[in-house]
């Protein structure tokens, strides 16, 4: 079967039908987990946000939270959240919500305004009301990726950079795709007897290539991070649900989010200087000081949300929804969209489920019980140890997965394991073992697996060290050295120019000056062209 999408939700397919040995392809346009999924605050939802709306969606996410910090301990940090209720907001909100969150079988525990100001110093002198739930940090980045290797221990398989450009049928079922490859612009025609339909804000434009219609619209959002981590915890407004009234603490930085504007693109991924200043606004009765940390960069994604009453923005379902379109005359196709990232295994069992019954597979779903990757021996830490920097070892592990025992073999017959990316301490070892994977055809992808470039310096120096060094070992990418490094930086400065203002701007120039004036990269006044 074929599944299309290289998000949360198709990694997770990918990882469930492979584990109940179902044949399976998974095709992604992009890199893994280059879309939503990579585009989100990072909250591993407690549901309790979702406690007064939906209390079906809050009941999901507290009991996948608790999941995924069993299967998924090395994407998730044990955070805890902080739900405060300020001045501004609504006093008659707070007992519907304790409520509803006891009725969702989620623990609110109200505790002293002072202690949680002792906990969290920079909270506001004059917060009304806190309590504390288990909401948790996940990167998603990570997840897809863990997800991705344990498919493939399973026999599932990848191909990134493959757009879906037709889906075949014959007499009212599926046969097979016809996918493009977006680098060589080869196209290859898959059969299949299934494909699940899993490209999120895509997912409407895959239906209609098979001449059907979802109700399904991209709701664009924009968030914020901080050079600082000035909360250790995920703080949210206690009051309903509304833009820009979450934090989450991540490694060193701290995210706020999100805004949500309807969209009929589905990439429509800048994030403004409009969008910054509206939420540094709304973030500031929480954190009053908001406005003198550094702002590291601001990123924009979107979200398919299910809008079957044309509802829009918030107004929209959370909720997923899955479609089985042989009630529309097709058969061999199901489409999956909504949700969030925090139910992402508890959609992809019920895609699964489907899925099975239509093949006659009746092997249970095991996802929930077997880790997603196991951790690393006492002995390979010892080893590895060695030949990475001082906490290297720990942070390559986390990222590396099952892979990182390969990595660690690497390093060794080296003599120096060089550090390309001291802001998130990416050696040599983990960068080329990444950069050779099939799935891997730029910087870009390289970073998205392991954070190269997304430290303070935003890729100033270490994408420069990276590819040169790539290049000295012949490891071959899909784009030229140059516009590798173009591209890498386009993106980063994508992020920066929104909020281009104090030492932000000075460093962007520093960056500007390396590449444009000092390698000329931009090519700008060749004398030879001349």
Same mark, same amino acid.
């Given at each position: 079967m074929i599944i299309i999408g290289g998000g949360a939700t198709g990694i997770g397919i990918l990882r469930d039908l492979s584990m109940r040995g179902v044949p399976a392809l998974l095709l992604e346009q992009? %890199?893994?987990?280059? %879309?939503?999924?990579?585009?989100?605050?990072?909250?591993?939802?407690? %549901?309790?946000?979702?406690?007064?709306?939906?209390?079906?969606?809050a009941r999901e996410c507290i009991e996948e939270n608790m999941i995924l910090r069993r299967i998924g301990r090395q994407c998730v940090e044990e955070t805890e959240g902080f739900f405060v209720r300020t001045k501004l907001d609504d006093p008659a909100f707070e007992p519907r919500w304790v409520e509803a969150c006891a009725r969702a079988g989620i623990t609110a525990e109200r505790i002293d305004v002072a202690e949680a100001r002792r906990l969290e110093p920079s909270l506001a002198p004059n917060i009304c009301s806190v309590y504390r739930v288990p909401d948790s940090c996940v990167d998603g980045f990570r997840l897809v990726w863990h997800n991705a290797l344990c498919a493939r221990r399973y026999g599932?398989?990848?191909?990134?950079?493959?757009?879906?450009?037709?889906?075949?049928?014959?007499n009212g079922k599926v046969t097979g795709v016809r996918a493009r490859?977006?680098?060589?612009?080869?196209?290859? /025609?898959?059969?299949?007897?299934?494909v699940v339909n899993a490209a999120g804000s895509w997912s409407g434009q895959i239906a209609h290539l098979a001449g059907l219609d979802v109700s399904v619209s991209p709701d664009r959002g924009t968030l914020i991070v901080f050079n600082h981590r000035f909360t250790s915890r995920v703080v949210n407004r206690l009051h309903k649900s509304s833009d820009g009234d979450i934090f989450v603490p991540h490694g060193s930085i701290t995210i706020l989010g999100t805004t949500s504007t309807p969209t009929d693109r589905?990439?429509?991924?800048?994030?403004?200087t409009e969008d910054v200043l509206r939420l540094l606004d709304i973030g500031e009765p929480l954190f009053p000081d908001l406005r003198s940390y550094r702002i590291l960069r601001a990123f924009a994604g979107t979200r398919p949300l299910y809008t079957p009453n044309n509802a829009v923005g918030?107004?929209?379902?959370?909720?997923?929804?899955?479609? /089985?379109?042989?009630?529309?005359?097709?058969? %061999?196709?199901a489409s999956i969209f909504g949700g969030k990232l925090?139910?992402? #295994?508890?959609?992809?069992? #019920?895609?699964?489920?489907?899925?099975?019954?239509?093949?006659?597979?009746?092997?249970?779903? #095991?996802?929930a019980e077997?880790?997603?990757?196991?951790?690393?021996?006492?002995?390979?830490?010892?080893k590895a140890a060695r030949v990475f920097p001082l906490n290297g070892a720990v942070l390559a592990a986390d990222r590396l997965g099952s892979t990182f025992a390969d990595v660690?073999?690497?390093?060794?017959?080296e003599t120096d394991n060089e550090l390309l990316c001291e802001c998130e301490m990416v050696s040599m070892a983990e960068v080329e073992y990444v950069a050779r994977d099939p799935a891997t055809h730029s910087l870009h992808d390289v970073r998205l697996r392991t954070r190269l470039g997304m430290g303070t310096c935003q890729g100033t120096f270490c994408s420069l060290r990276a590819i040169g060094a790539l290049t000295e070992r012949n490891v071959p990418l899909a784009f030229s050295p140059t516009e590798d490094v173009s591209q890498f930086l386009q993106e980063r400065w994508r992020g920066l120019r929104p909020a281009l203002w104090g030492k932000q701007l000075k460093e962007i120039e520093l960056g500007r000056a390396i590449y444009a004036a000092t390698l000329n990269l931009d090519g700008a006044g060749n004398e030879q062209e001349k």
């Open positions: 992009g %890199g893994l987990a280059h %879309g939503t999924s990579s585009r989100f605050h990072g909250l591993l939802h407690s %549901g309790a946000r979702y406690a007064v709306s939906d209390s079906e969606s599932g398989d990848i191909l990134t950079y493959h757009e879906v450009i037709a889906i075949k049928q014959s490859n977006r680098i060589t612009g080869e196209e290859l /025609d898959i059969a299949c007897e299934y589905p990439d429509n991924n800048t994030p403004t918030r107004a929209a379902s959370r909720n997923f929804h899955i479609v /089985d379109h042989k009630q529309d005359g097709l058969e %061999g196709m925090t139910t992402y #295994r508890l959609m992809a069992e #019920r895609m699964s489920d489907l899925v099975c019954r239509c093949l006659g597979n009746n092997q249970p779903c #095991r996802t077997e880790p997603i990757m196991e951790d690393p021996s006492p002995e390979l830490m010892q660690v073999e690497k390093a060794a017959s």
